[in-house]
């Protein structure tokens, strides 16, 4: 039985019990009434039409013969009894059967004509009507009317009605049924499609072809479930491709990562590591399953794990660490923050969400490193030694030809002239290409101590001024022997920098010395002017100057103005890449404003506002790594 | 008699010592000479000469650890160490001065450098 005519039949069950009890009342009451009228007039004329008829037989005191009449008159429906009084109050003929109740004998004194509702014991409840025979000079006659066939009456039309009203429930309920089940039928139907629809069902159909509001209902449904079925298509396709290019995707970044020879390691923000790559395994030896879910702590140590908390905490910074790894190895770790951009949090840089760690195996690096630094000081110090004779040597053979061997010479003449001049010269030469010689080994020394980040700077407050007298007094032989003249033009109040003093005077003797190897006659000029937030320097001089094609190498290793074929090499070639290394150190730039045969002007700039130079070696030594 | 005493493993860098200090023109000049830090132990110990041209590379124990010994051990300050090295590098000078060194000379040297010294350390009236 369905809801909808469960409700329907509580319904007309509660609108037939209002209509039944009202029709109930009313026609009964009704129906008591018209009988009770009616049963009053129809007694009154009983009782009148008896009265008229027995004057007569009344005043012959013909008793027998009023018995005989009123006797037929019991007979019609409703009467009860009949009695006749005389004048003197006996009843002379009367219905009663057996004998006159007592209530009859309270009534029959009764000459007026009089309605009244009695009870006679044992017989029930009566409307006696009394007509008095000739204005009650003769008598008065009774008529019953009982008033239990009107109750009865009342009952059986009653339950007519009632029958009459349950054969019309019994059809209603049957029609509602009828109705409400060809109502909730398609309901159902509908509610059963929507079902199947909700769990995707699109191939489901419905067969509803009514006109009415259901059907409306079943077509919009029907279209609906095609819109639908379209769009999950669609959906549908797009995820499909979606999936494919998320899932290539995946194998991609699987096998980037998988085959990547660095490892790779990933924490979440709490640093418990969730994903790691082969190559990470092999380097520590341990198996991808013994590190998942455990704190980097745990496994790798507080360097590593205190990296992991840095980059968490500084999203645009990677920071590194040297790591043990198996087999006595070393690599190094560089760890960067993840971090997501949320709308959620107000955060600027976005949440932090974990980290990741990249570890390179570095032994070899840094095994070459260490033989790259012994080689060269094993290389410095054989070269100096056997150096050290040659120049030494050479120093006591001019000495001693000069105080004991020269002086000694009697003969004169243009051949032993010559000849003494001669080994002078070659001793000279001797000497001087002996003096290249240890600065060559001193630049590359400074060189690839600069490039491995092993230079130990010593950064104190220091004036400009005095940088320059420092180199003025190392060059001034060289000024001497070329007979040039130093210039100076240094603003006044300048302010102090900080640097390293010996490794900024090594910057200006370099490049005074260059001008001064450059230049035949004229000056070398040392400008200081203040910038904006540096100090600008700037040697120029007179002297051959720079084609253009120089310019751009000049600061490259190894590399010297004009043609080392044809012209006389004048140095190591490698003093302007070290004055570059030291000036770009102090945060300044160095550069060349040149024209061939106008002479040059090496600037350079050190900032006022120095950067913080108190970690340099990680700077160098990154940098460094970069570039192998 | 003044005790001047060369540690060097390279036979020539001794050679020229010895006659960069015969030209020195200092009155009685004895010059020792060792090829290995052991022997110039022994010879310091023995002689107690007044400077030692010490190389810093030497077959045995190291430059370093015969001045360590000189100064901090057998501690006779008396005597005038001179380090010599091939090394011009910041870590040689600071470890020769902690070891007790009075001077450092980097190879390649001049004649000069050497008679100077010498000179200071003997006193005006060599």
Same mark, same amino acid.
């Given at each position: ?151 009865? !009456? ?259 003449? !243009? ?214 | ?126």
């Amino acid at each position: 039985m369905s809801k909808l005519f469960k409700k329907t039949l509580l319904i007309i069950i509660i609108l037939f019990a209002i209509i039944a009890l009202t029709t109930a009342i009313s026609t009964g009451w009704n129906l008591y009434r018209d009988l009770t009228e009616e049963y009053k007039s129809k007694g009154t004329a009983i009782a009148k039409s008896i009265a008229s008829s027995s004057v007569e037989t009344l005043l012959n005191r013909e008793a027998s013969t009023v018995q005989a009449m009123i006797d037929q008159f019991t007979e019609i429906m409703g009467v009860s009894y009949v009695f006749v009084v005389d004048v003197q109050g006996e009843i002379i003929s009367h219905t009663f059967v057996p004998m006159i109740p007592e209530e009859i004998q309270v009534i029959k004194n009764d000459k007026t004509r009089t309605i009244k509702d009695i009870h006679i014991k044992g017989m029930g409840d009566f409307i006696d009507i009394a007509s008095p025979i000739v204005e009650g000079t003769v008598g008065v006659v009774h008529v019953g009317m009982d008033k239990g066939t009107i109750f009865s !009456q009342l009952r059986a039309g009653m339950i007519r009605q009632l029958s009459l009203l349950s054969v019309i429930f019994i059809i209603s309920v049957a029609f509602a049924y009828i109705f409400v089940n060809k109502i909730s039928q398609p309901l159902n139907t509908l509610t059963d499609y929507s079902k199947k629809l909700a769990s995707h069902d699109f191939a489901a159909t419905v067969d509803i072809q009514s006109q009415d509001e259901i059907g409306l209902l079943a077509d919009t449904m029907k279209s609906m479930a095609m819109d639908l079925s379209e769009v999950f298509e669609r959906y549908e396709l797009a995820m499909k491709d979606a999936i494919v290019e998320l899932q290539d995707t995946l194998s991609y970044i699987t096998a980037v990562i998988d085959n990547m020879a660095d490892g790779l390691l990933v924490t979440d923000i709490d640093g418990i590591i969730n994903h790691v790559n082969p190559a990470l395994s092999i380097m520590f030896n341990i198996t991808e399953a013994e590190m998942i879910g455990k704190h980097c702590k745990d496994l790798f140590g507080n360097e590593l794990a205190e990296i992991v908390e840095k980059s968490r905490r500084s999203p645009d910074e990677a920071f590194t660490t040297e790591i043990k790894l198996a087999e006595g190895k070393v690599g190094q770790a560089v760890a960067t923050g993840i971090h997501k951009d949320s709308l959620e949090t107000d955060d600027f840089h976005g949440k932090g969400i974990g980290s990741v760690i990249l570890i390179r195996d570095i032994t070899s690096e840094k095994e070459i490193g260490q033989m790259k630094t012994d080689f060269i000081s094993t290389v410095s110090h054989e070269l100096r030694t056997p150096l050290t004779s040659v120049l030494g040597f050479t120093e006591i053979i001019e000495r001693r030809l000069e105080e004991n061997i020269f002086p000694l010479i009697q003969q004169t003449g !243009q051949i032993v002239d010559t000849t003494i001049e001669r080994i002078r010269n070659n001793i000279k030469i001797i000497l001087s290409e002996g003096e290249r010689l240890t600065a060559l080994i001193n630049d590359v020394l400074d060189v690839s101590k600069l490039e491995a980040g092993k230079v130990e700077w010593k950064i104190e407050n220091i004036s400009i001024a005095e940088l320059i007298e420092h180199a003025r007094f190392a060059t001034s032989a060289l000024f001497e022997q070329k007979k040039l003249e130093f210039k100076k033009d240094v603003e006044p109040n300048l302010p102090v920098i900080s640097g390293d003093r010996d490794r900024l005077i090594q910057v200006f003797i370099n490049l005074l010395s260059n001008a001064v190897k450059f230049t035949e006659k004229g000056y070398v000029l040392c400008r200081v002017k203040r910038g904006d937030d540096e100090i600008v320097v700037s040697i120029s001089d007179t002297g051959s100057g720079i084609s253009e094609s120089n310019k751009k190498t000049v600061f490259e290793k190894f590399i010297q103005a004009g043609d080392t074929l044809t012209d006389k090499p004048r140095g190591t070639g490698l003093g302007l890449s070290i004055c570059k290394q030291i000036v770009e150190y102090h945060g300044g730039t160095i550069w060349v404003e040149s024209q061939a045969g106008q002479g040059s002007t090496f600037s350079f700039t050190l900032p006022l506002i120095s950067r913080d130079l108190s970690k340099p070696f990680d700077i160098l030594s990154i940098s460094h790594l970069e570039k192998n | 008699m003044h005790k001047i005493l060369i540690v060097d493993d390279d036979p020539l860098i001794r050679l020229l010592l010895e006659e960069i200090l015969s030209d020195v023109r200092v009155r009685n000049i004895r010059i020792f000479s060792a090829d290995n830090g052991h022997t110039a132990a022994e010879i310091i110990q023995r002689e107690a000469p007044e400077i030692v041209f010490l190389d810093v590379m030497l077959p045995g124990i190291n430059g370093f650890e015969v001045c360590n010994m000189i100064k901090n051990t057998l501690k006779m300050n008396n005597i005038y160490i001179i380090m010599l090295t091939a090394k011009g590098q910041e870590l040689d000078k600071q470890k020769a001065k902690d070891s007790g060194a009075d001077f450092y000379i980097t190879k390649p040297f001049t004649i000069q450098d050497v008679i100077r010294k010498v000179k200071e350390v003997l006193g005006p009236d060599s």
